[in-house]
């Protein structure tokens, strides 16, 4: 089944410490992308990648970092440098050019920094 | 002013109402349309994207108007499965592929 998977689904973590979460998709989507929600509020864009190799910063990259190696995969770390890590993070994919623009999301991480 | 504005609610509607929520955007450049739903502690799926002449998918049925930048969500014959939050999205002008997404509309139907 094609489909995007995201662990772990709960993560905790010591300020401080640097953190990456992890994407995989097999949709064979070319863009992929990584929001944050926190609660009562809509997604925020942190990163997204377009192709292989290239991603661009989102509204709030601060205090984040992204590489886009594979085509299947954009692991996301949380740095220390991210002032309020704690949120729901997650990973989408869409197709890199053309329509449909729809983007389809994993499962979400939770991360608690205490 | 937000991008992408939506009525948080809560709607609270009994089993069987008819339930309709509206969306506005800033942008009147924008292109794409759709909603979103998402439910307690999961991640947001797509329900249905939104066309200029209004469509259609059973019971929901959702409506753009452009010159007043507005989108809106009617659901049918309300059944408990439906309680969730509604994301209304909006596809950024020339900016790629991202997608700019509302902070959502809460529904909980009730038996």
């Known amino acids: 089944d094609g489909g995007i998977t995201q662990s772990p689904k709960y993560l905790f973590r010591k300020e401080g410490q640097n953190v990456t979460l992890s994407c995989e998709q097999n949709?064979?989507?070319?863009?992929m992308y990584w929001y944050r929600q926190d609660p009562g509020q809509g997604l925020r864009l942190i990163y997204y990648?377009?192709?292989?190799?290239?991603?661009q910063k989102g509204d709030i990259a601060e205090g984040y970092s992204v590489s886009r190696e594979k085509k299947e995969s954009f692991p996301l770390t949380v740095t220390s440098a991210q002032k309020n890590p704690t949120a729901f993070y997650l990973c989408?994919?869409?197709?890199?050019?053309?329509?449909?623009?729809?983007?389809?999301f994993g499962p979400g991480t939770r991360l608690t920094v205490t | 002013r937000k991008e992408v504005e939506q009525d948080p609610g809560p709607f609270n509607v009994p089993e069987g109402a008819t339930v309709a929520f509206n969306c506005t955007y800033s942008n009147s450049a924008s292109q794409s349309f759709f909603w979103y739903r998402q439910d307690c502690r999961k991640e947001p799926k797509l329900l249905m994207s939104v066309y200029s002449s209004g469509n259609e998918d059973g019971r929901f049925t959702a409506q753009l108007n452009r010159a007043s930048q507005y989108i809106s969500l009617l659901i049918r014959d309300s059944k408990l499965s439906d309680s969730a939050t509604y994301l209304c999205v909006v596809k950024r002008s020339g900016s790629a592929r991202q997608l700019t997404f509302g902070s959502g509309t809460q529904l909980t139907v009730l038996p």
């Open positions: 989408a994919s869409s197709m890199g050019t053309g329509v449909p623009y729809e983007q389809y």
């Open positions: 990648s377009q192709i292989v190799n290239d991603f």
């Open positions: 949709l064979n989507h070319d863009a």
